[in-house]
């Protein structure tokens, strides 16, 4: 009977069919539409789902008759109706009335019980009596009339019951009588291998049941003893036990008898039985569920028994990765002994498996498989017996299949017999038919495939032969077949191979046999796996055996590294090894932990990793890439300034170990490419030191001068003597890294993302991190980028090289390359290029003279060069090609050193290193001969590689002068000025450049020589020089630290080249004299090198370069002095680099030493790195103190010259940074191509024709006109005199010479100790205390009303304010000036100017160190201002000239009485300077200090950059200048730049003026008025 749920759940899908419309209508539609409802319930063919939908359909009509809103006589008809749509309709109806009689057999409601009564009456007489009896109630059947009394009915039912299952039947039970069983027994243990067939024996049996009234179950119970007894037998046993049986529960319930029995403890079921009951449950004699209730343990016990298992697994590892007291492990110990006792009291057998192990034993694979669906995941096969009995079952599956494609050649395997069960898994004869059984069974197999080694082997060895069929094939529609089966095996490997591997214990050739398998993977499916067997894994979490060996592993792996040492790296290592065939993903990731904290273990953990497999190298790979992008980590220190020691350490192993080891690379490169994609470059480091390690490519800036003349050599030179460590058996691992970057076609997206980032990572990354970590992420990103493409240029064959790099404007335009970068990597494609055309056209013409060969090699090279020419225009805008020609540009950025100059000093030193190396194995005996032998001929073969390297260095070198030579004249345009010319090739060539690598910074420099030895037209070598010695400020303010570096070595080498001008007259005028690059006309197009005048004289040069060092020790000072950490930090290095060549002059040298002395007492607290910086610098300056000279020594000095010729133009810091003149301004315009219509209209004439220029010099600077010829011819009279007095004086004063300077040094020394108590008696009596201090006062006031006059607006003479204006304006004039006519001008000027230049000039000798720089600047700029109050007079000249033999005949009278005097004023003022040096240098800075703001904006504009003021503007400053002097002219005395009265000079003074009236006013007249002739 339906229970009462049933009737609930019929009445909730009743209510879901009749809508109560039908109930209301029911007369009308209702009836017809239910009707028509259970027609269509009838018809559907559901699988018994339509008989449910029928009683709903019924029980919702009758429920409506019960609760009295239908009529009765209404639905009887109607069901009435339904009865004849279905045979069981009457079954169907008689079930719901059952639920009803229960439901409304409990309610209240008498009504509703009258209603069902009612509606089951009047169904009578289509519903069968018999069926309702079997359903309704003995109760309801009573009111019905359909029983007479509902007692009998159930005593009747009762007694019916008890006859049919309780009352026992004769039969013989072996008690009354035994012949017939004994008989049995014979019968089924007879002989069954003749003829004898089940059949024939069944018919016997049932002889002796009849005969001897046997009971039928006692038979089959016999029967089943004697199988199980003759379990060989299963054809014939089974056959008989199917033919006899009639109802397979009966089968059942014996056996559970049988098992039943063997569920005491201590009891052990027999394997027979378990094969008997597998064989009726293979063969569906009997139920696998009907069986099973009768088998122990139950699920629930298995299922907390492996909770059990896991907990105590998890304990155990707690314990051993847990620090133990002694007290808790005495605990521990008593609780295991409890534990052991326990265990010992056998617990029964589990049944349930013994069943699995016997149904796998014979194959039947699905029962199996249901089995182990209802205990825990691998509970089963964590027991060896399953687990082997699937192995074996596994074995024959795949046995056909490996014979065909697994077996390698040469193997024999063992021969499988198959199972005789035909009815067995069937074999697999294609990789397709493991997806059938295989597969799956492996699944719940699990990491217990540990068991069978063999199994393991077969299975890697079939994925290694899929994956080789995998590849090869080429049909779309197959592949994607085969995608299948490969993600399958990628399951297997990922669920068993590997947790299997942890298991074994030290089985390093499973281990070989795997990576077999997994290198054939792409390696993102290996490190796919390998990041699932890492913990804390799901697979881990789930086997009790993988936690124990997981925490033993850890365990083992702490007690090696805790003893791991570089002595016992061997021992260590065997141990590292075996530990790591097993569980390689657990023991790195314990090791890199350790490493991360302890960078001393990298030398030690790196040489003991020899003995790992190959997997293991690779799972190494991956967990190091684990370690770097652990997020939990963060990749820079707490000072947010420098990047976390766990990633320098972890990017020095990298480096260790993929050099070292032959390791999976393209992972990690992947993986530093895509955090380059992500913006961030932390990750560079990695990069850097795989280069480094695996290529021997260095980047640092620290190299010796040595080590950078090697790098500019052959790659044989540069690995012999350019790097710090010796690079040897880099080969290998060179060309694994190339082969890497290749194949995975990651070398050019690297070198662009790079090249990329360096903006990235102060425009992207810098936002929020500190100045100098974004600077050291900049300079790693940099120095990375140049050692990558250094390793690819020289690793790369021309062909790969050329085919993954685009052009130059496709680099810069599509990709967004910098240019110095996109030049970079484009640089050995030219050369490549080139190198491949000469050969070519050397093949095609077989002419071996030189000159034939010069020739190929030019044409080659415009062959290569000439679309890259065309390529660059696109680079910039049209402008700039106006002065840069594409071809000058282009050959700028195409060039290396080692196309431009032969180290043959470095090629030499190696040569004899190896000289030597062989001398002192000749001379070893503890050398064995043979290694001897081999030693030598490895020197000798270096030794003729590097001769015949600078062999064909040096011929490379003398074809690209050649071709220079050539292509000089097309490489820069007059149309617009030579001082624009310089700008473009400064902005766009030098600077970019000289930054970019040490060996780039020489290149600069020298390419600059070359230039001007080169005689380029149009090119100016002092405008550049000058540029680049004058405005470093700026340059240097913007270096990151290690650009500083390089800026200061293209300076030094810069610095050098002009040292060596400055020291040799005779070197001066075979390098520079008669060279257009010291044209001192720089509107000159041409030059033809026969105007002596226009040329540069030796002096002046000299005194330029002095004003090159002033200007330098000004920047110096300026960067040292502003406090902020980027200017000092450059500016130290950059002085360290240039050391060697500045500072060379004295008083220079001391202020450097006097600031940089500050410094170290500032930040010795404050920033130690500066601190260290500072004390490294002082003490190397004041080891180069001996070598320094005195101001007069480094250029003469002369009196009347510089009261005429102000030389303090070119070395004072008058002028900001340019070769300047102060008199004539001789310039290629008046400020830039915009004012030439200016300059014709304030009457500048140009030269008409080449007689005129050679008659008379004529200047085209502002407004000045030509002077007449006569004039010139006296001028250069003059020049040549006094070029020889200067000459003479040079041989004759002591200490200009080299050698003896020292002495001329101790001489002053001496004087000084003999004046000391002069000077202090002199200065006792100078000192007259306060009258000093009223002047100082009222000084002090006049210098406050002036400043602040100037910040009103009004120019003031002694400030620094005026002097910044007008720096930019001296520069921009400076840059276009002649040099010559700066220092040469022959205008005279007022005698009233020239008394107020005397005054100047003797405050200006008595402080001439560059800390008083507001004196300096205003004594510069007195002439200037001064001489706005005068204009040209045609009728001076007569004038000028007496004055100029006035001049002459005082100078060679008085001769050398002057010269001791000056020297002897030179040095007291020198000892005055040293004792107010420190009061000065106070009131300079507080002045300096109260100047503000305008002098640090005004000073902004020194810029090579910046524009040119207005002559405008300067027109009216210099009207305001002028008459300011004319206000303070009148004033009897002069502060100095200190602001002290120089009152202890007084004598000294009144002789200088004397002198200066007698023989310099004329020269200074002449000037000062040559400027106002320019005004």
Sequence with gaps: MINYTSGLSVWKMATLILPVEWIKNWEKSGKHEFVQLCKELAQKKDHGCEI????????????????????????????????????????????????????????????????????????????????????????????????????????????????????????????????????????????????????????????????????PNRVLDIILEVYESRSDQDEFFLSLIESYMCEPLTLCHILGFKFKFYQEPNEETPKSLYHI??????????????????????????????????????????????????????DDKEKDKEKEEEKNEKPPDNQKLGLLEALLRIGDWPHAQSIMDQMPSFYATSHKTIALALCQLLHLTVEPLYRRAGVPKGARGCIMRPLRNTRAPRPAESFEDLRRDTFSMLCYLGPHLSHDPILFAKIVRLGKAFMKEYQSEGRTDVKDKMETLLSCFLSIADQVLLPSLSLMECNACMSEELWGLFKLFPYQHSFFLFSLSLPPPETYSSHPLLVKVKAQTVERARYIMKRLTKE???????????????????????????????????????????????????????????????????????????????????????????????????????????????????????????????????????????????????????????????????????????????????????????????????????????????????????????????????????????????????????????????FFLSRPMYAHQILSKYDELKKAEKGNRQQQKVHKYVAACEYVMTPVHEAVVSLHPARVWDDLRPQFYATFWSLTMYDLAVPQAAYEREVNKLKVQIKAIE??????????????????????????????????????????????????????????????????????????????????????????????????????????FSAIIYTVASCTENESHRYGRFLCCMLETVTRWHS???????????????????????????????????????????????????????????????????????LTKILPCYPKVLNLGQALECRVHKICLEEKDKRPDLYALA???????????????????????????????????????????????????????????SDRGKDKSQGTTKPVNKANSAAAKVTTSNGNSAVNSTKVIKERDDKEKSGKEKKEKKEKTPGTTPETKVENRREKQRDERTGKEERVAREGKEKTPKADREKVKAEEKSSKDDKAKAGNGEPVEPSRERDAIKEPKNKEKGDRSAVAGAL?????????????????????????????????????????????????????????????????????????????????????????????????????????????????????????????LSAEKEKSKRSKSSSKEKAESVKPERMSSGGKKESRHDKEKSEKKEKRDSSGGKDEKKHHKSSDKHR
């Excluded at 010259?1201 to 102000?1206: F, I, L, Y």
């Design 52 to 215: 449910r939908d029928i009683q709903a359909a019924f029980y919702e009509i009758c429920w409506q008759v019960v609760q009295g809103n239908l009529k009765s006589d209404l639905v009887v008809s109607v069901l009435a109706d339904t009865m004849e749509l279905r045979e069981d309709m009457t079954s169907i109806l008689a079930d719901v009335f059952s639920v009803l009689d229960l439901e409304t057999g409990a309610l209240e409601d008498k009504n509703k019980r009258d209603h069902y009564t009612q509606l089951v009456g009047a169904c009578l007489f289509f519903v069968p009596e018999a069926i309702l009896k079997e359903r309704l109630d003995p109760e309801t059947l009573e009111s019905l009339g359909l029983i007479k009394q509902a007692h009998q009915f159930n005593q009747k039912i009762v007694k019916i019951k008890t006859k049919l299952f309780y009352k026992q039947q004769k039969f013989n039970l072996l008690r009354e009588e035994n012949e017939g069983y004994a008989k049995l027994i014979t019968e089924l243990g007879q002989d069954l291998s003749g003829n004898i067939t089940s059949r024939l024996v069944l018919e016997s049996i049932k002889s002796l049941i009849g005969c001897f009234n046997l009971d």
């Design 568 to 822: 016992n790296v061997k021992q260590s290592g065997r141990q590292i090894g075996k530990l790591s065939h097993s569980n390689p993903t657990i023991l790195f990731d314990y090791m890199l932990s350790q490493i991360q904290w302890y960078d001393n273990l990298i030398v030690p953990v790196v040489d003991s990793l020899k003995y790992l497999t190959s997997l293991n190298y690779d799972v190494l790979a991956y967990c190091i890439i684990e370690a770097l992008a652990n997020p939990e980590k963060e990749k820079m220190k707490h000072d947010d300034t420098t990047i976390s020691s766990w990633l320098q350490s972890l990017a020095s192993l990298c480096g260790s170990v993929f050099r070292k080891y032959p390791i999976e690379l393209a992972g990690l490169l992947q993986y530093v490419t895509n955090q380059l994609k992500a913006g961030k470059s932390f990750d560079l480091l990695i990069l850097k030191e795989v280069v480094q390690k695996m290529a021997g490519i260095e980047i640092t800036d620290e190299m010796t001068s040595e080590q950078l003349e090697a790098m500019t050599g052959g790659e044989q030179l540069k690995a012999e003597g350019g790097y710090f460590g010796q690079i040897r058996n880099t080969k290998k691992s060179s060309q694994r890294l190339k082969d890497v970057l290749l194949d995975h076609e990651l070398a050019l997206p690297l070198c662009l993302l790079m090249a990329q980032q360096r903006n990235g990572v102060v425009f992207c990354e810098g936002g929020e991190k500190h100045l100098k970590l974004v600077g050291h992420l900049y300079d790693q990103c940099h120095d990375t980028l140049v050692q990558f493409g250094g390793f690819l240029a020289s690793n790369l064959s021309t062909e790969d090289y050329i085919k993954r790099v685009p052009s130059i404007d496709v680099l810069c335009n599509q990709f967004h390359t910098p240019h110095d970068a996109a």
């Design 1175 to 1233: 004390m490294g610098y002082s003490g190397r300056l004041k080891a180069q103190k001996v070598h320094m000279v005195p101001e007069n020594e480094f250029h003469h000095k002369e009196q009347p010259v510089r009261s005429a010729t102000p030389a303090n133009q070119q070395n004072g810091p008058g002028s900001t940074g340019k070769p300047a003149t102060s008199t004539s301004k001789t310039e290629e315009g008046t400020s830039e191509d």
């Design 1384 to 1508: 040469k001008s022959q205008v005279p000027r007022s005698e009233s100017a020239e008394s107020e230049r005397d005054n100047k000039r003797r405050k200006l000798d008595s402080h001439s160190s560059p800390s008083h720089s507001s004196s300096v600047k205003d004594n510069n700029n007195e002439p200037k201002e001064s001489t706005s109050k005068h204009h040209v007079n045609y009728n001076s000249v007569a004038q000028s000239r007496e004055r100029e033999t006035e001049k002459k005949d005082a100078e060679s009278t008085q001769g050398r009485s002057k010269e001791k005097k000056e020297e002897k004023d030179r040095k007291e003022r020198k000892r005055d300077h040293t004792v107010n040096d420190q009061e000065t240098s106070q009131e300079s800075k507080r002045r300096k200090d109260e100047n503000g703001t305008n002098s640090s904006k005004n000073s902004k504009s020194v810029s090579p950059s910046d524009s040119p």
């Design 923 to 1028: 001379d070893n005996p503890e050398i064995p001969l043979n290694k001897k032998k081999k030693e030598k001929e490895r020197c000798t073969a270096l030794q003729e590689k590097l001769q015949e390297e600078e062999k064909k260095q040096v011929e490379h070198v003398q074809r690209v002068l050649h071709r220079l030579k050539l292509e000089k004249d097309n490489w820069l345009l007059a149309k617009s000025t030579k001082n624009e010319t310089i700008t473009k090739f400064l902005q766009l060539c030098l600077f970019p450049r000289c930054i970019f690598s040490s060996i780039d910074a020489v290149y600069c420099a020298h390419f600059v020589e070359l230039v001007h030895q080169q005689k380029t037209p149009n090119f100016c070598t002092l405008l550049c020089y000058d540029r680049v």
């Design 277 to 330: 009951a597998a064989a009726l449950l293979h063969h569906n004699l009997i139920e696998l569920e009907d069986l099973y209730v009768h088998l122990m343990p139950l699920d629930n016990v298995i299922t907390e028994e492996h909770k059990r298992d896991i907990s105590e697994a998890k304990q155990i590892a707690r314990k051993l990765v847990m620090v133990v007291l002694s007290s808790e492990k005495s």
């Design 1064 to 1134: 040799d007259r005779s070197v001066y005028e075979k390098e520079c004299v008669n060279y257009p690059g010291f044209l001192t006309i720089f509107r000159a197009t041409g030059f033809d090198g026969g105007n002596k005048a226009d040329q540069l004289d030796y002096e002046n040069f000299r005194h330029v370069v002095h004003k090159w060092h002033y200007m330098l020790t000004k920047a110096s000072v300026h960067c040292l002095e502003t406090g902020d950490y980027t200017h000092i930090r450059n500016i130290l290095i950059v």
